[in-house]
């Protein structure tokens, strides 16, 4: 996102943070140098940390997800799943509302994250295009990494500058600072859960036990528990939350008035109630209130030590910065591509002068050569009810051809995003194309919260 203006569209990565428990001890990562070190550049894509990563000699992007304890693998190519070794088959359940998934597992793979090797790595294989992130994020996603990644290193991020600092868990060392907290971290299943304090209303602060989900775009989920004063605020809204590996997920959207870690305070914090229905399958610590997302972690400067459970923050230059939403009510996704006319080519070139009058008159002839090129093509993949987006016609499955005058393959979902969740009241153009009929639309972004 800009910085956190698109929650609706990354939220589906969470949505895998309660799939799996079990874990395989091969699954050990070493650093290949004598430095014990090394530094990893990431892209960061709806503030979601983006890797490229070497499956058995073949590189692929993956997501590294603290909410996450297996290895995760999906939308592969025929060519892609030839990678893997002696796959079995599984079935899968997670949030949202579907039947298991058929899955895959593979044991004995390679991987390398920079300067880190897991020689013997276990995975789970998501079939087909069933489960495709990708088009969702408008990025190539080829799985998720968390546990077996975390485990055997203390991880040090600077979401600003987009890389992180990876060293072996008895290299890293804690420096003396003033303006850091350092948050115990307790774990279930392999997966770290952080205290922190929410207020709700206004009202006095209430202890939450949030599972620690880098992989999560938003800022905050919280799962209603009225007995110890964790409610749904009067002002919100029902939404499309995210995309589940079991469908879709849905709940509300609301605004709380402070999320507290340590010193550190965020106020008038964008917040996500999942209903009861997509959380009935998900398996969890019994204790936990929520999840913390990437929206809050990329305000800080972060170490993440499971090894010494510690997960120390710092604020960077993103803190004071307003937490926004989607204001439109349409979630828009990545429906393959298109072939687009360009700017045709011109080329003069001399060719031989036949007449014996124009003696010495140098003829040139032009030919015009027509390029093509494949660009993003979209579609709209969910539309929130009585929204200005729903108000204004808009329709799930149409293709959108323009945006605020513009080709809408001129940008990225990101960058729609951002037009999105911008400013209340900026007027919205689109063109979309509806069984084979251009059809204007037209709306202005709504503030609900």
């Known amino acids: 996102m800009i910085c956190y203006k698109h ?49 058995n000699g073949r590189e692929m992007s993956f997501l ?10 999906f939308s592969l190519s025929s060519e892609d799943s030839a990678t893997v070794n002696n796959p079995m088959t599984v079935y899968l359940k997670g949030m949202g509302v579907g039947k298991p998934l058929r899955a895959l597992k593979s044991n004995h793979n390679e991987f390398k994250v920079g300067e880190a090797v ?25 799985g998720i990494l968390g546990y077996d990644f975390f485990k055997d290193f203390v991880v040090e991020f600077n979401y600003k500058r987009k890389f992180m600092w990876v060293y072996m868990k008895d ?29 709700i209303e206004g009202e006095d602060a209430h202890q939450v036990d949030l599972l620690l989900d880098s992989g999560s775009g938003d800022a905050l989920w919280l799962f209603s528990d009225e007995e110890n004063g964790i409610y749904l605020p009067e002002k919100s809204f029902a939404d499309f939350l995210g995309f589940g590996i079991s469908g879709s997920v849905y709940g509300h959207r609301s605004r709380i008035s402070s999320l507290s870690l340590g010193k550190y305070e965020l106020k008038d914090i964008t917040v996500s109630y999942p209903d009861s229905l997509s959380l009935e399958t998900v398996s969890s610590f019994e204790e936990r209130n929520g999840s913390v997302g990437a929206q809050v972690l990329k305000r800080f400067h972060s170490v993440v030590d499971y090894k010494g459970r510690n997960l120390r923050l710092k604020p ?20 393959g591509y298109q072939v687009v006319k360009s700017a045709a080519a011109s080329n003069s070139f001399q060719i031989q002068n036949d007449d014996p009058s124009n003696e010495g008159t140098k003829v040139y002839q032009t030919t015009r050569q027509v390029i093509y090129s494949l660009e993003p093509s979209y579609e709209v993949a969910e539309i929130r009810p009585d929204s200005p987006a729903e108000m204004s016609g808009l329709k799930i499955g149409d293709k959108i051809i323009k945006l605020n005058g513009r080709p809408a393959y001129k940008y990225n979902l990101q960058k729609i995003s951002e037009i999105f969740s ?12 509806r069984e084979g009929k251009a059809i204007e639309i037209e709306f202005r972004l709504e503030r609900i919260l």
């Open 118 to 142: 897991s020689k013997d790595h276990s995975i789970y294989i998501i079939e087909g295009q069933v489960f495709s992130i990708s088009n969702r994020l408008g990025y190539p996603l080829n």
């Open 64 to 73: 590294l997800d603290t909410g996450v304890n297996s290895t995760i693998l």
């Open 316 to 335: 960077n230059n993103n803190f004071h910065d307003p937490f926004e939403y989607n204001m439109s009510g349409v979630i828009i996704k990545h429906s």
């Open 422 to 433: 911008s400013k209340e009241g900026k007027r919205i153009k689109m063109e979309v194309l």
């Open 7 to 55: 929650p609706s569209v990354w939220i589906i990565i969470i949505l895998i943070s309660a799939i799996f428990s079990n874990t395989f001890s091969q699954n050990e990562f070493v650093i290949e140098n004598d430095k014990g070190k090394f530094k990893q550049k990431f892209d960061l894509v709806n503030d979601l940390v983006i890797l490229p990563v070497e499956v």
């Open 171 to 199: 290299e890293y060392e804690y420096k003396r600072c003033r303006r850091c907290v350092d948050l115990p971290l307790n774990f279930y299943k392999n997966k770290p859960y952080v205290e922190a304090e929410v207020s």
